[in-house]
Each structure stands twice: as C-alpha cells, then as structure tokens.
C-alpha cells in the first residue's frame, strides 16, 4: 500500500547524543516536511523539502538537521545541541492539494 | 507570518448531539486554504475537510461541515450527529495558496472533544 512510513515507533536517547529519525514515502511525493508536536502545542514545522537535494528550515529548526538525497526519504537527526528534544514527531508528505502523514515517532531522552 | 488560533482547548458533546469547534486565523494573502485534520489516540493525522478560500460556498463531509466566514477570518467545523469514534484532537490548519507544491502548514493547538455516551 501507498503511504508513509516512520521508524522507530519509539526512540530513547541519551543526553548528548545525536539521533535519527526515518521517514519513507512511496507516494512518488516531491514535497517532504517534519513536524513537531508538544503536548498544547500543535504541530510546529521543523524542515520541510520540496525536491531532491534541497531543503529549508521551518520554524523551530534550531537544534535539528536534514538530508534529501532520494524522493522517497527524509530524514531527520535530533543533534546534542536542541535542548528539549523529548517530543512526538510527525512527518508528512505533498502533492497537488493534501498533506499526508506517517504514524510518528516518540522521542525520548533519558 | 500566518497565525491559527484555536479558542477551546477542549470541548464534551453527548452522543448523537452536534457540536462545533471554532478557529480563526490571520492573513494578508487572498489566496489559501484552510483544513481540519483529527488526530485519534493513535496519533495518525487524519484529514476531515478542505476548504479554499477562493470557494463561498462552505465544504461538506457526511456529518462534518464547515462555517467559513472570509471577512471575519472563521472556519469553524460543526459536527453532527456526534458518535464515539469522533473523540479526537482536532486541529484547524492553514496553507498559501501560492507556492507550488510546497504545502507547508500552520496549525493552531488544538482541541479535544471528548463524546460521552
């Protein structure tokens, strides 16, 4: 089935290390974004891509880096230098007229 | 910057009664669109409805419809005949209308409707 996929459901890290997030689409999608979701909060914009090799910063990229060497992938590290990173991360991805999303990861630093 | 503003954090509705979720937003542009997407305990973003602004008439989905008041910058969802399985987040969002494929969206903070039985 079409869709985006996210791995892990859920991630521990420890204080100071770096991590990565998956995320995979098979939508043949040009736009890929990252989203982040704190408890009352919403859902902040981290990075988004809108083609293969290029890529802007959202609102909240402090702390956050990404890659888009393929169409299909879009991943997002969680480097030692965001100091909050503990959150629920959404990516998403676009065509014509709708964003979709994948299922999430939980990060959390212990 | 485009703002989304959701007013109630949370809101109940009895079974089968309708209830609507209101949201306002602040733009220069003419050209956008607005969305409700509802997010389960499951935590998958799940689109309800769609609107463009460029539209008078307001978008409906089965029990799900819209109040989109352009002027006043309102889209407010109403939901009828409410059922358990529509206990949810609910999160307004907005989109340019220009851009091309880039589709990012601004959501407000939500709301949480709880549905008693």
């Known amino acids: 089935d079409g869709g985006i996929t996210q791995s892990p459901k859920y991630l521990f890290r420890k204080e100071g290390q770096n991590v990565t997030l998956s995320c995979e689409q098979n939508?043949?999608?040009?736009?890929m974004y990252w989203y982040r979701q704190d408890p009352g909060q919403g859902l902040r914009l981290i990075y988004y891509?809108?083609?293969?090799?290029?890529?802007q910063k959202g609102d909240i990229a402090e702390g956050y880096s990404v890659s888009r060497e393929k169409k299909e992938s879009f991943p997002l590290t969680v480097t030692s230098a965001q100091k909050n990173p503990t959150a629920f991360y959404l990516c998403?991805?676009?065509?014509?007229?709708?964003?979709?999303f994948g299922q999430g990861t939980r990060l959390t630093v212990v | 910057a485009q703002t989304v503003t959701q007013s109630q954090p949370e809101m109940s509705v009895q079974e089968a009664e309708t209830v609507t979720l209101s949201c306002t937003y602040d733009?220069?542009?003419?050209?956008?669109?607005l969305f409700w997407y509802k997010q389960p305990p499951s935590r998958q973003m799940i689109l309800v409805i769609r609107?463009?602004?460029?539209?008078?008439q307001n978008a409906t989905e089965n029990r799900f419809s819209v109040n989109f008041q352009k002027a006043a910058k309102s889209f407010s969802l109403k939901i009828s005949d409410s059922q358990l399985g529509d206990a949810a987040m609910y999160f307004c969002?907005?989109?340019?209308?220009?851009?091309?494929?880039?589709?990012?969206?601004?959501f407000g903070k939500g709301t949480l409707l709880t549905v008693n039985p």
């Open positions: 609107q463009e602004a460029y539209k008078q």
């Open positions: 891509s809108q083609i293969v090799n290029d890529f």
């Open positions: 939508l043949n999608h040009d736009a």
């Open positions: 733009t220069s542009e003419s050209d956008y669109y």
């Open positions: 969002a907005y989109r340019s209308g220009s851009g091309g494929s880039n589709y990012k969206l601004t």
């Open positions: 998403a991805s676009s065509a014509n007229s709708e964003a979709f």
